[in-house]
């Protein structure tokens, strides 16, 4: 779930009632996320002792300092706590050494819930489940918005579906996001907007990304690299 709306419409769904701890860890992850108390003390009522209830615990009866001061909240596998970590370790001067880990682990578990949210769009776009396949390729690009491979299957499932506008819009903001990538990773969504007819501004043109795609496979022997690899 990527936006606030989504966010709230699972805080919505929490207020019928926790079904199974799955639900309740979605309500939490949505109270975190959108800084709701009210709904992060309804999620911990009850909430088993394990890594995720438990540090959202501490931050919710003793704040900052308590909170920080279990460690990161690796085990837990939450972006939210690991967001309240680097809040946390960002505004409080005493927990300020603690930042720089705190960004990296955050970092690290962004990229690795995006490989696994890219892994099932691919698994559900290959199964012709395409709501599903759109729904974890836009995860995708929320926990990591330079992925080229999501941004590429997303605008072929838009445009396949005559969405056009919004497969430029997703074309526009990876060509912002992959700036700063090396240029031969960034050229692969250049292709593929051109393959899809989509506008793309002026820069490389297509005979010069031709070429340079040329001169990387008589490099390397290689086509290019695989559609399932990270950026």
């Known amino acids: 779930m990527a936006t606030d709306g989504l966010w709230r419409e699972a805080l919505d769904a929490a207020r019928e009632g926790f079904v199974g701890p799955v639900s309740r860890e979605v309500a939490l992850e949505a109270a ?5 108390e009210a709904a992060l003390a309804r999620a911990l009522e009850g909430a088993p002792d394990e890594p995720f209830f438990s540090a959202a615990r501490a931050y919710a009866h003793d704040g900052c300092a308590a909170f920080v001061d279990l460690g ?18 960002a505004t409080e001067p005493a927990l300020a050494p603690r930042l720089g880990e705190a960004m990296e682990l955050r970092s690290a578990l962004r990229r690795g819930l995006a490989h696994g949210a890219y892994e099932a ?4 776009r290959a199964g012709a489940n395409l709501g599903a396949a759109e729904r974890s390729f836009e995860r995708t690009l929320a926990l990591q918005p330079a992925h080229r491979w999501a941004a590429i299957q997303l605008m072929e499932l838009l445009v396949d579906q ?3 506008d919004e497969a430029q819009r997703v074309l526009d903001a990876s060509l912002h996001h992959t700036q700063l990538l090396p240029e031969a990773e960034a050229r692969h969504v250049r292709q593929a907007a051109r ?13 010069e990304d031709a070429a340079a795609e040329t001169d990387v496979e008589a490099l390397t022997g290689a086509g290019g690299a695989s559609p399932s690899a990270m950026n």
């Open 162 to 164: 005559k969405r056009t």
């Open 32 to 36: 975190l996320r959108l800084g709701d």
């Open 195 to 207: 393959r899809l007819g989509l506008r793309l501004p002026e820069g490389p043109s297509a005979l």
């Open 121 to 124: 769009g691919r698994a559900a």
């Open 72 to 89: 990161p909240p690796v085990e837990a596998r939450s972006e939210g706590l690991l967001d309240l970590f680097v809040h946390c370790a």
